[in-house]
Nanobody
């Protein structure tokens, strides 16, 4: 069992910043420590499909969607079973519910998602 809890969303003006957190817990980590997992940050805007915006591998390798490159930074603190998403220079089009996901990566480093999701945190960017 895995539980993921996101926090840090809110309302911010365009150009502002937010830092999202996602903390993982559950019995799964007794056998597979958090540090061996990859994590992904997704977002879903109204009427749109959920999209991957950032991923961080167990080794700390980062990948970003083109739409957020240079503005968003993912990081992780394995001692806290937590990943972060620092979002700078926010735009109205970044408005969405943001979710974290625990998964893995393939040989090319592409994130592979699981069926474990957090409840999401709303990010609203006003113009």
């Amino acid at each position: 069992q895995v539980q993921l809890v996101e926090s840090g969303g809110g309302l911010v003006q365009a150009g502002g910043s937010l830092r999202l957190s996602c903390t993982a817990s559950g019995t799964t980590f007794r056998f597979a420590p958090f540090r061996f997992t990859a994590m992904g940050w997704y977002r879903q805007a109204p009427g749109k499909e959920r999209e991957l915006v950032a991923s961080i591998s167990s080794g700390g390798s980062l990948k970003y969607a083109d739409s957020v490159k240079g503005r968003f930074t993912a990081s992780r603190d394995n001692a806290k079973n937590t990943v972060y998403l620092q979002m700078n220079s926010l735009k109205p089009e970044d408005t969405a519910v943001y979710y974290c996901n625990i998964g893995g990566t393939d040989v090319s480093g592409t994130y592979i998602r699981s069926d474990y999701w957090g409840q999401g945190t709303q990010v609203t960017v006003s113009s």
